[in-house]
Nanobody
Framework: QVQLVESGGGLVQAGGSLRLSCAAS????????MGWFRQAPGKEREFVAV????????YYAASVKGRFTISRDNAKNTVWLQMNNLKPEDTAVYYC?????????????????WGQGTQVTVSS
């Protein structure tokens, strides 16, 4: 079992930055990849970014590439999502998720563990 707790969401103006954190407990943190997903009002949850177990490989959705950075520290059992140059269309509930193993995935079904989500609102 893995427990995940996100933090760092809030209200920010367009062009601003936020840093989301996700603290993990339970199974050994380095045994699985970590992903970030988001769900905007009235829309399905979508993939944002993933980082492999060691932190050496990252992959991003096209909509956030170049603006968001995912990172992790296995010693601290934490993954972060640095979000820069935020846009109103980034407004959503952001979820961190733990992958089923060390490989990186972009589909929700490969993530058995999820946090409760943190709200990010970007005003224009």
């Amino acid at each position: 079992q893995v427990q995940l707790v996100e933090s760092g969401g809030g209200l920010v103006q367009a062009g601003g930055s936020l840093r989301l954190s996700c603290a993990a407990s339970g199974r050994a943190f380095s045994s699985y990849s970590m992903g970030w997903f988001r769900q905007a009002p009235g829309k399905e949850r979508e993939f944002v970014a993933v980082i492999n177990w060691s932190g050496t490989n990252q992959y991003y959705a096209a909509s956030v590439k170049g603006r968001f950075t995912i990172s992790r520290d296995n010693a601290k059992n934490t993954v972060w999502l640095q979000m820069n140059n935020l846009k109103p269309e980034d407004t959503a509930v952001y979820y961190c998720a733990a992958g089923r193993d060390r490989a990186s995935y972009v589909v929700e079904s490969m993530y058995p563990y999820w946090g409760q989500g943190t709200q990010v609102t970007v005003s224009s």
